[in-house]
Antibody, heavy 120, light 107 residues
Framework: EVHLLESGGGLVQPGGSLRLSCSASNFNFRTYAMSWVRQAPGKGLEWVSS????????YYADSVKGRFTISRDNSKNTLYLQMNSLRAEDTAIYYC?????????????WGQGTLVTVSS | EIVLTQSPATLSLSPGERATLSCRAS??????LAWYQQKLGQAPRLLIYDTSNRATGIPARFSGSGAGTDFTLTISSLEPEDFAVYYCQQRRDWPITFGGGTKVEIK
């Protein structure tokens, strides 16, 4: 069974930085695109960023462009999200998602999420 | 940006009833639409992709239809475990977008 485990969330002050990690197992990580999706408390889902299997192409929501950086280490089966210049509106549960083969940019497996709280 | 509008916001039904959820796109997305189910405190689960294809392990009571700008998720007979929030998502163009969700609650 595919397993995704996010870590790195926590409380950070506005303007601060945080790096999320997503450890993947039980599938050939290096051959799949991956993504981050977030969910503010009590709100709906918001796509944040995606990265192709080899890491050559990245995509970002306008709300995070220039502040967040997605990356991956295929030797460690790990996806990252570097978040800088954090704002209160970035407060959310951050999920990593495996992209269906194609890539189709549907998310067929999700982690349990990691909570990021931006507050002074 | 392609906006997805889901309706209704809340659907109150009893177990055994049929649920019909709608998702409308602001421009054509062909058949590039997925549906997810999210239960309280859990991650979303992929139900349907490319409008009408059930994901692995999804029961046959879940079906999807539509094309262009109008899409429907149908749950033929609600089971107790189906009461949850449902989201649609398009992959036709960047940015990927989700609808606002429909909550299916017990009447």
């Amino acid at each position: 069974e595919v397993h995704l485990l996010e870590s790195g969330g926590g409380l950070v002050q506005p303007g601060g930085s945080l790096r999320l990690s997503c450890s993947a197992s039980n599938f050939n990580f290096r051959t799949y695109a991956m993504s981050w999706v977030r969910q503010a408390p009590g709100k709906g889902l918001e796509w944040v960023s995606s990265l192709t299997a080899g890491g050559e192409s990245t995509y970002y929501a306008d709300s995070v462009k220039g502040r967040f950086t997605i990356s991956r280490d295929n030797s460690k089966n790990t996806l990252y999200l570097q978040m800088n210049s954090l704002r209160a509106e970035d407060t959310a549960i951050y999920y990593c998602g495996k992209v269906m083969s194609g890539p189709t940019y549907y998310f067929d497996y999700w982690g349990q999420g990691t909570l990021v709280t931006v507050s002074s | 940006e392609i906006v997805l509008t889901q309706s209704p916001a809340t659907l109150s039904l009893s177990p055994g009833e049929r649920a019909t959820l709608s998702c409308r796109a602001s421009q054509t997305i062909y058949n590039y639409l997925a549906w997810y189910q999210q239960k309280l405190g859990q991650a979303p689960r992929l139900l349907i992709y490319d409008t009408s294809n059930r994901a692995t392990g999804i029961p046959a009571r879940f079906s999807g239809s539509g094309a262009g700008t109008d899409f429907t998720l149908t749950i033929s007979s609600l089971e107790p475990e189906d009461f949850a929030v449902y989201y649609c998502q398009q992959r036709r163009d960047w940015p990927i977008t989700f609808g606002g969700g429909t909550k299916v609650e017990i009447k």
